[in-house]
């Protein structure tokens, strides 16, 4: 099973950026779709983008679309997730993923599609 670890997390003001990483110490995140997730106090385990192994097409959810970006670097064996503009709302823990086959447009979203799993970054915005 690949391991997950997630880092990057933190206490900022609206408006300010955080860079979440993901990477594994065991399997090269490079053959696989790698999906972003995070679950707020209360609520579901939201996807917030996915990049697929296959052409590294990027996804991402309408809430989060042109202030979150998702980077594959191969040579750092790392995903990462630029967070620019944070909101109050963006308070929550961050995962990473692997997809079971790759991100797909009509299914990247369901955490149910992802297998292995990090133990979660915690992003906290606050004034």
């Known amino acids: 099973q690949v391991q997950l670890v997630e880092s990057g997390g933190g206490l900022v003001q609206p408006g300010g950026s955080l860079r979440l990483s993901c990477t594994s110490s065991?399997?090269?995140?490079?053959?696989?779709?790698i999906g972003w997730f995070r679950q707020a106090p209360g609520k579901e385990r939201e996807g917030v983008s996915c990049i697929a192994n296959h052409q590294n097409t990027a996804y991402y959810a309408d809430s989060v679309k042109d202030r979150f970006t998702i980077v594959r670097d191969n040579a750092q064996n790392t995903v990462d997730l630029q967070i620019d503009h944070l909101e109050f709302e963006d308070t929550a823990i961050y995962y990473c993923?692997?997809?079971?086959?790759?991100?797909?447009?009509?299914?990247?979203?369901?955490?149910?599609?992802?297998?292995?799993w990090g133990q979660g970054t915690r992003v906290t915005v606050s004034s």
């Open positions: 993923a692997t997809a079971w086959a790759d991100c797909f447009a009509d299914s990247w979203t369901s955490p149910t599609n992802f297998g292995s």
């Open positions: 065991t399997f090269s995140l490079e053959y696989y779709g």
